[in-house]
């Protein structure tokens, strides 16, 4: 599975009116199927395409509408490169015309539990299945924030659906999982999820993507005491920090906005994880 292969950099592409951090910016198709050639130039190993927005508070969107606004996206796209398409999507006829026109991932936020239909679609094409931790619906889940051990709930949760998953009768290489950073939790669960990401990796026993770009809870690490969170247009340094520790923790992949950036410090990342182990062997790197 694609996801095996890390570390990786998935670049998230939101064909959406209203998605928080970058809504509008790439609601035509032709802007979005550029949007999504320049993050393969720098360095994307995966595309998501997303035609839902999954913010907090957001309406959910027609499947026929999602659709429209995907699938001629993930058709151009896959037509020009070979790196993976992936779609963001918690409707099984969404994820089955996607892979119709070309995605070989589905990244379903719900894990399956938003549409009945979905672990079949997927079990059935044989394609890559992203599933992650969510409680209920993105309208209403920052109603239910309460954990007593948010590591271990997710763990759990996470684990279910896995096993529901194979039960479904999707290959367990074809699997991957994401804690869900900002679905559901408090700044303070975020936090905790990515600083006790090592035991969330170890318990999954499948490849772990984190999605913590722009998102609200490093708006509000970097305000000041009494302050508003930081606009998503000054998280990117909170944003970069968090991809290093995922990625140095056992993150196999992150799925961000800002795909340049991730890229060159993963770059740097493996190069002294290499350094480390002693494996220096390029002449122009070690001199
Ligand atoms: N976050 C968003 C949407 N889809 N999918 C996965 N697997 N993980 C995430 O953290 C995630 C996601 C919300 O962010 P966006 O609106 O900027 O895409």
């Given at each position: 599975m694609i996801f095996a292969r890390r570390p990786l950099v998935i670049g998230v592409v939101n064909v959406t009116p209203?998605?928080?951090?970058?809504?509008?910016?790439?609601?035509d198709v032709s802007a979005a199927v550029a949007h999504g050639l320049s993050l393969l130039a720098e360095g994307a190993g995966v595309i998501d395409v997303g035609g839902e927005s999954t913010r907090p508070g957001a309406q959910p969107v027609e499947p026929a509408t999602e659709q429209r606004r995907v699938i001629p996206v993930i058709e151009a796209l896959a037509a020009r490169t070979v790196v993976p398409i992936s779609v963001d999507t918690r409707n099984a006829s969404t994820a089955g015309a996607a892979i119709a026109a070309g995605a070989t991932i589905v990244n379903d936020v719900s894990a399956g539990c938003h549409d009945p239909e979905m672990l079949g679609v997927v079990a059935d094409a044989g394609v890559g299945y992203l599933l992650m931790h969510m409680r209920g619906e993105p309208a209403t889940m920052q109603d239910d924030v309460r954990y007593d051990d948010v590591v271990a709930e997710v763990t759990e949760f996470l684990l279910e659906r896995l096993a529901a998953a194979r039960a479904a009768g999707?290959?367990?290489?074809?699997l991957g999982a994401d804690p869900?950073?900002?679905?559901?939790?408090t700044t303070g669960h975020n936090l905790t999820l990515l600083g006790r990401l090592p035991e969330l990796v170890a318990a999954v026993g499948v490849p772990v993507v984190v999605g913590s770009s722009r998102k609200s809870f490093l708006g509000r690490v970097l305000a000041?005491?009494?302050?508003?969170p930081l606009p998503v247009d000054r998280r990117q340094d909170g944003t970069l920090a968090t991809v290093v520790w995922a990625l140095d923790q056992g993150a196999s992949a992150v799925r961000v906005h800002d795909v340049r950036s991730a890229a060159r410090a993963m770059q740097v990342l493996e190069i002294m994880r290499r350094a480390y182990d002693g494996g220096l062997t390029d002449p122009e790197v070690a001199a």
């Open positions: 209203d998605s928080f951090s970058d809504g509008g910016r790439f609601h999707i290959a367990p290489e074809q869900g950073l900002g679905f559901a939790k000041g005491p009494g302050d508003d």
